[in-house]
């Protein structure tokens, strides 16, 4: 009959049992970090009023970085895009428009609108993080809207009633005049 182990051999779990533990740990934190942005809190300029006419250019932008890797505080499609960046790109680039690249700061900046009123071109928030504003992306119509979810994707077109995304949906903002 083979020994039990002793309460002290029990209680001391491995050394690599400890490092896999620590880089759990770790992958955790940058996963929660998501794409809340680097950007530090600054004063919000007002809605910029984008020309309504720019919507398509603003969709044709975002769908043309489809597949561009996801990278945690990226704004730029050669190192890849976060969230805030994805959208502080597409709009810089089809629109002029300078953003933050916060999720925050951006939600703040655009006129809220009622998720029924939802046009292409226009923002959706979701609370990923626990935290308001913690993920965005651009509504391309048909209820998808694209963005760069998280470490390790890619950008790409998720629905707004994927369970996941119905259940943390946050709020519609556009940086369009009306």
Not at 89 to 97: C, D, K, M
Not at 159 to 165: F, G, H, I
Request: hydrophobic fraction near 40%; glycine fraction near 10%.
């Amino acid at each position: 009959m083979a020994a039990l182990p002793s309460a002290a051999s029990r209680a001391d779990p491995p050394a690599g049992w400890r490092a896999a533990r620590a880089l759990a740990a770790g992958l955790l934190c940058l996963w929660l970090a998501a794409c809340a942005g680097p950007g530090a809190r600054r004063p919000v300029a007002a809605n910029p009023n984008i020309d309504p006419a720019q919507r398509t250019e603003v969709v044709m932008t975002a769908l043309s970085l489809l597949d561009t890797r996801y990278r945690y505080g990226g704004s730029q499609a050669r190192q890849g895009f976060d969230c805030s960046g994805l959208v502080k790109y597409v709009f810089g680039t089809a629109a002029g428009a300078a953003l933050p690249h916060n999720t925050e700061q951006i939600a703040r900046m655009s006129r809220p609108v009622p998720r029924s009123e939802l046009q292409a071109g226009d923002l959706v928030f979701f609370d990923t993080l626990g935290r308001p504003n913690s993920h965005m992306g651009i509504y391309l119509g048909d209820g998808r809207f694209i963005n760069a979810p998280s470490t390790g994707g890619q950008v790409r077109i998720d629905r707004l009633d994927n369970p996941y995304y119905r259940r943390h949906f946050q709020s519609v903002g556009t940086l369009f005049a009306r």
